[in-house]
């Protein structure tokens, strides 16, 4: 990560070596209560309080394969993978994408199976789904099925203070 002319800017994911990852507390909390019958209210603040927790997230994990050249390392940029798994739709596709150990043992499919755990951020995701050519991201497929759209993103990415540091001052 790098500061710029008060932009950020994640030039590299991060191998994910953890076998437990957990999400923050918040995190899981906003999306478990989207899922309750709220009223119009409720629901609007929830999805909003969700939104911004998303868009400063910097722990999302996507399962990816390597070039056999660059397979052991530690850092990657989204433009060195070689491959991601999609999800298939009717007429769509989607990438998955986990916050935590929990949801990546719910998803209806072997999450680490032939593939390398990587930390994402919103910036990551945008770069993933853009390359994918996949129509949206799935977020914890099988548990929470959160869609994130392309749109979605550039609003979270706009949304994260990092990238705004004025806006939330």
């Known amino acids: 990560m ?3 002319y008060g932009k950020w800017y ?5 191998r994910c ?10 995190l899981l909390n906003l999306l478990n209560q989207r899922r309750l019958p709220l009223s119009e209210e409720g629901e609007e603040k929830t999805l909003h309080e969700l939104g911004f927790l998303l868009s400063a997230y910097q722990g999302y994990v996507a399962a990816v394969h390597l070039p056999a050249s660059i397979r052991n390392e530690m850092e990657v940029s989204p433009e060195e993978i070689e491959m991601i798994d999609l999800l298939e ?3 769509e596709k989607y990438l998955p994408v986990f916050t935590d150990s929990q949801a990546m043992d719910e998803a209806p499919f072997d999450v680490r199976e032939n593939s390398i755990l990587f930390y994402c951020d919103v910036l990551d995701l945008h770069s993933l789904l853009t390359r994918s050519h996949a129509d949206a991201i799935v977020l914890n497929p099988g ?7 392309e ?19």
């Open 2 to 4: 790098s500061y710029t």
């Open 17 to 26: 070596k953890e076998t437990k990852i957990k999400a923050p507390e918040a």
């Open 151 to 169: 749109q979605l993103l550039e609003n979270m990415i706009r949304m994260d203070p990092k990238n705004n540091p004025h806006q939330y001052s």
């Open 89 to 91: 739709g009717e007429d």
């Open 143 to 149: 548990q929470d099925d959160l869609f994130l759209s």
């Open 10 to 14: 994640n030039t590299r994911m991060r």
